[in-house]
């Protein structure tokens, strides 16, 4: 029997690590290409892309992994029933729970591992993914002078170039605004030819400048008056340096990211969420004594007597009607206000509520794509079993169709629980739920040899059916 669960071990090992590197590449390459606007275009160099992809494929690892499981199961027991070994084994009088044993095992083991790199290592390649991802939007462009634009990504210098040779150092008729002293185009530089180049590991880029003039202003640019006058002087070479500091990457610190609930594991995510739900708590506690200003008690003078004078019915009748209008208005204007403030304190509310549900969802999102993995195996498995079709056919179209029924159903599941229409762990928990009966009716079909999921089945039944309607 060890050498049975060795072949059905190699057997499944192989497709899997296949599987999971496909997955991972695709999940990743979408997932990037989200920024891909962000990243291009700034110079960032092959280690800053190479830190940002090792980054996010552990992030993208827990959700790759029950759609690797699936497709891996699919192909290795699709292939053991298409070239007969299933059945072989079978006909040794080794049932079917039996030939999933070590597999089994396997996944159990897979699974724990998962979740254990899912709450450890995962909050920590965030930390580092998305604070890198922040300082890489904030670099500037890397620099790129076109031809005929001017140019303003240098701090206090607009730079024009009529046309760049095409090794891209030489340059023909430059124009070079200078505003680095605080006043507006208080120097201008014009020259027929130049060169650019960089120095000191692209720390500073050098101009030099052939044949040309530049013109200074002596005033302090504001307003200038009829004596004040340009400066001209003629060169026949000048060279200008400008530093480069402003487009070097910087990088922020990662303690200013940490708390965001991707970047905490379970226990400080706990903390979060008790701390949110207490908060809530004590807000609609809160809520009734908060409220009781708005509500006063207005006593009108309904008297016959005013200023000591007894007053006539019609008289009575105009100051009862004032009072009531006065009444009116008064109790209108509380009810606005008791309004406003009851809807903006429940909305306060509901967002605490709200962010104590979305930090709950991260807690109970690390057990449930743990738990993804074996219900997956258990679809999967089984699955191929029946089929007996392996090679990437068949199961990719089935394992494309679980995935996305499982993703569909916990982005409900997430959506429900997040604005509390659910509790948290019943929303989170439906996909799984959802899927593992089907896991184990796949299995108890596979039991019993059942060929109502095999394709001859579905042929020969249409075949039937169309002979029966001839």
Same mark, same amino acid.
């Given at each position: 029997?060890?050498?049975?669960?060795?072949?059905?071990?190699?057997?499944?090992? @192989?497709? $899997?690590?296949?599987?999971?590197? &496909? #997955?991972?590449?695709?999940? *990743?390459?979408? %997932?990037? !290409?989200?920024?891909?606007?962000?990243?291009?275009?700034?110079?960032?160099?092959?280690?800053?892309?190479?830190?940002?992809?090792?980054?996010?494929?552990?992030?993208?690892?827990?959700?790759?992994?029950?759609?690797?499981?699936?497709?891996?199961?699919?192909?290795?027991?699709?292939?053991?029933?298409?070239?007969?070994?299933?059945?072989?084994?079978?006909?040794?009088?080794?049932?079917?729970?039996?030939?999933?044993?070590?597999?089994?095992?396997?996944?159990?083991?897979?699974?724990? @591992?998962? $979740?254990?790199?899912?709450?450890? &290592? #995962?909050?920590?390649?965030? *930390?580092?993914? %998305?604070? !890198?991802?922040?300082?890489?939007?904030?670099?500037?462009?890397?620099?790129?002078?076109?031809?005929?634009?001017?140019?303003?990504?240098?701090?206090?210098?607009?730079?024009?170039?009529?046309?760049?040779?095409?090794?891209?150092?030489?340059?023909?008729?430059?124009?070079?605004?200078?505003?680095?002293?605080?006043?507006?185009?208080?120097?201008?530089?014009?020259?027929?030819?130049?060169?650019?180049?960089?120095?000191?590991?692209?720390?500073?880029?050098?101009?030099?400048?052939?044949? @040309?003039?530049?013109?200074?202003?002596?005033?302090?640019?504001?307003?200038?008056?009829?004596?004040?006058?340009?400066?001209?002087?003629?060169?026949?070479?000048?060279?200008?340096?400008?530093?480069?500091?402003?487009?070097?990457?910087?990088?922020?610190?990662?303690?200013?990211?940490?708390?965001?609930?991707?970047?905490?594991?379970?226990?400080?995510?706990?903390?979060?969420?008790?701390?949110?739900?207490?908060?809530?708590?004590?807000?609609?506690?809160?809520?009734?004594?908060?409220?009781?200003?708005?509500?006063?008690?207005?006593?009108?003078?309904?008297?016959?007597?005013?200023?000591?004078?007894?007053?006539?019915?019609?008289?009575?009748?105009?100051?009862?009607?004032?009072?009531?209008?006065?009444?009116?208005?008064?109790?209108?204007?509380?009810?606005?206000?008791?309004?406003?403030?009851?809807?903006?304190?429940?909305?306060?509310?509901?967002?605490?509520?709200?962010?104590?549900?979305?930090?709950?969802?991260?807690?109970?999102?690390?057990?449930?794509?743990?738990?993804?993995?074996?219900?997956?195996?258990?679809?999967?498995?089984?699955?191929?079993?029946?089929?007996?079709?392996?090679?990437?056919?068949?199961?990719?179209?089935?394992?494309?169709?679980?995935?996305?029924?499982?993703?569909?159903?916990?982005?409900?599941?997430?959506?429900?629980?997040?604005?509390?229409?659910?509790?948290?762990?019943?929303?989170?928990?439906?996909?799984?739920?959802?899927?593992?009966?089907?896991?184990?009716?796949?299995?108890?079909?596979?039991?019993?040899?059942?060929?109502?999921?095999?394709?001859?089945?579905?042929?020969?039944?249409?075949?039937?059916?169309?002979?029966?309607?001839?």
């Amino acid at each position: 029997m060890k050498k049975l669960d060795k072949l059905i071990l190699k057997s499944f090992i @192989g497709p $899997f690590i296949l599987t999971f590197a &496909v #997955v991972e590449f695709i999940l *990743l390459t979408q %997932y990037m !290409l989200k920024y891909l606007d962000e990243l291009v275009g700034k110079d960032l160099g092959i280690n800053v892309f190479a830190e940002l992809l090792f980054y996010f494929s552990l992030n993208m690892a827990p959700l790759a992994m029950p759609l690797a499981v699936l497709l891996s199961a699919l192909m290795t027991f699709g292939n053991l029933g298409e070239h007969y070994e299933l059945t072989a084994i079978k006909t040794s009088g080794i049932a079917l729970p039996r030939i999933l044993r070590p597999l089994f095992f396997f996944v159990v083991v897979l699974s724990v @591992g998962a $979740f254990f790199f899912n709450n450890i &290592v #995962v909050p920590k390649a965030n *930390l580092k993914a %998305y604070s !890198l991802l922040w300082d890489i939007r904030q670099k500037k462009p890397a620099m790129n002078i076109k031809e005929g634009t001017f140019y303003n990504g240098l701090p206090g210098y607009s730079i024009k170039v009529n046309k760049k040779m095409n090794e891209g150092r030489s340059l023909v008729d430059v124009m070079i605004y200078d505003h680095s002293r605080g006043a507006s185009n208080s120097r201008v530089i014009l020259a027929d030819s130049g060169e650019m180049y960089t120095q000191y590991n692209d720390t500073y880029l050098v101009l030099d400048l052939y044949d @040309g003039v530049s013109y200074v202003d002596q005033g302090d640019g504001s307003f200038r008056s009829t004596n004040e006058q340009f400066v001209r002087q003629r060169f026949d070479e000048s060279k200008i340096v400008f530093s480069l500091s402003s487009f070097d990457l910087s990088r922020t610190r990662e303690e200013y990211f940490s708390e965001n609930k991707m970047m905490k594991n379970i226990n400080q995510l706990v903390v979060v969420t008790d701390s949110l739900r207490r908060q809530g708590s004590k807000e609609q506690e809160r809520f009734a004594p908060s409220v009781d200003p708005f509500y006063s008690y207005f006593k009108a003078d309904t008297s016959s007597m005013k200023n000591g004078l007894r007053l006539n019915d019609k008289e009575v009748d105009k100051e009862l009607a004032v009072v009531d209008e006065g009444i009116a208005s008064l109790a209108t204007n509380k009810a606005r206000n008791i309004k406003s403030f009851t809807g903006s304190y429940v909305e306060r509310i509901r967002a605490t509520l709200r962010d104590a549900n979305n930090y709950e969802i991260e807690i109970w999102r690390k057990y449930t794509q743990s738990a993804a993995i074996l219900i997956m195996f258990l679809i999967g498995a089984p699955l191929g079993a029946i089929i007996k079709k392996g090679g990437l056919g068949v199961p990719v179209l089935i394992s494309i169709t679980f995935f996305i029924a499982m993703y569909v159903m916990t982005i409900l599941g997430e959506k429900w629980a997040r604005e509390g229409l659910i509790p948290v762990g019943v929303g989170m928990c439906i996909a799984n739920a959802v899927l593992l009966p089907i896991g184990l009716f796949f299995l108890n079909q596979a039991r019993h040899d059942s060929n109502l999921l095999e394709v001859d089945f579905w042929s020969r039944l249409s075949k039937r059916f169309r002979k029966d309607t001839i």
